[in-house]
């Protein structure tokens, strides 16, 4: 299967990594040193632009950020044959304006981490198409519905950013009784092994980015204004005080 | 060991099942007849009054409910020369008010399913007397402060009620997109196995119980108001609206 990859930053140079019995192939088109040197590394293909990448791929992944999400899109969906499959952290509605300027889109999240364990959730048309990819990582075709896979991916990310919030409140509680490491033991014993370190660092990266955080909840109360979401409320207001 | 108790629910029905091998008393004194009923089940000894099973206990268990936690400590508490442990779900506050009648009080918090797997979290003075509860189930002595087994399994029930308030409103989104399953998957991923079954009877329960579980929210709100806890006021409106 020839595969191009549009952007070849943390996402597409780790799904090359793992494609590489695959016909591979991408451009060093306005490209930055860093990314002409991770395509080095990785020793794929290369052709002089991304037109041409879009012209000659059966799939392509569009993986840049998602403000380039869109652009992307608009510029080489047209010459892309194959299935076009984004892979940036975009909004449902986004999926849906992609869609008008790609014939074969294809709306995927990676959910987990791109470097350790992930899976590739993917919605839209033709999926039966991209079953291969299942032979080298863990794929979910979730449904036809064009926006599942963004949707999940925001409906989940609701859930991690409440609980890091509600973590926060309760640390602030339990850190002055010293009753922290007790109180994470009482809920592992319902929650799971792993669940102490999840939760403590959950907190540390809600602090660490709580800026982008923020921003994101911002986005997700906008996608989901016709519910009454009084916990995502809450969690921004908890992420405003940070 | 011998020891009494207060009250013949399903909290001292079940220890003294465990317990069976100690020496165990208790009275059918203005009990109900499905209490005298429970306590003829469990073949104790039964004596003529509460006050006889106070002076004659080593260690004294007081489980009737939370409104008469206070009421049993103030009338029996004089006559307990061994350790007295409330297990009813009382607030930090009421386990302060409790030691002032009762020498040896021992504040404690059966955290998890009496009738399923349980931990017996004890704080205050005296616990290496009660050590040998750990051979008959789990027992975990935290602090010598006492109050702090209510104030664990107050924030420990935080954290529970704003997960099932969470839930409650990702699953009116995730329903109507027809993403629930999927949802529950993708936070299986880090959640750990037996989490979708947890976050599904979390939402049940609390669905099946909100005017309780409204009033223990108002609550810990009250217990803990120096606090800004925006999740659990946000929790609270959830259940509100039920």
Redo the contacts between chains.
């Keep these: 299967m020839r595969i191009g990859f549009i952007g070849f930053g943390e996402v597409n140079k780790r799904l090359a990594e793992l494609l590489k019995d695959e016909d591979l192939l991408t451009s060093y088109e306005g490209r930055s040193d860093k990314t002409i040197e991770n395509i080095k590394d990785a020793k794929i293909k290369v052709v002089s632009s991304f037109k041409e990448v879009a012209i000659n791929s059966d799939i392509l992944f569009s993986a840049t950020s998602p403000k380039q999400a869109l652009i992307v899109a608009k510029t080489y969906g047209k010459y892309c044959n194959g299935i076009f499959i984004d892979l940036n952290n975009i909004s449902p509605d986004t999926a849906d304006e992609i869609s008008r300027f790609a014939d074969n889109f294809v709306d995927a999240a990676i959910?987990?981490g791109i470097n350790n364990s992930f899976?590739l959730?993917l919605s839209g048309q033709n999926l039966d198409k991209l079953n291969f990819l299942s032979n080298y990582f863990p794929v979910?075709a979730?449904?036809n519905?064009m926006g599942?896979a963004s949707?999940?991916?925001l409906?989940?990310s609701?859930?991690?950013k409440?609980?890091a919030?509600?973590f926060m409140?309760?640390f602030?509680?339990?850190d002055d009784?010293?009753?922290t490491e007790?109180?994470l033991?009482?809920?592992s014993?319902?929650?799971?092994?792993?669940?102490k370190a999840?939760a403590q660092s959950r907190v540390i990266n809600t602090r660490n980015n709580s800026k982008r955080k923020k921003e994101e909840i911002l986005e997700i109360l906008q996608y989901?204004k016709d519910?009454?979401?009084?916990?995502?409320?809450?969690?921004l207001?908890?992420l405003s005080?940070l």
Tied chains: 1, 2.
């Design positions: 959910i987990g899976t959730y979910k979730i449904s519905n599942d949707r999940l991916k409906m989940r609701i859930y991690t409440s609980i919030a509600i409140e309760l602030a509680v339990s009784f010293d009753l007790e109180l033991d009482t809920i014993l319902s929650e799971g092994r792993e669940f999840l989901f519910y009454d979401l009084k916990m995502v409320e809450a969690t207001d908890v005080d």
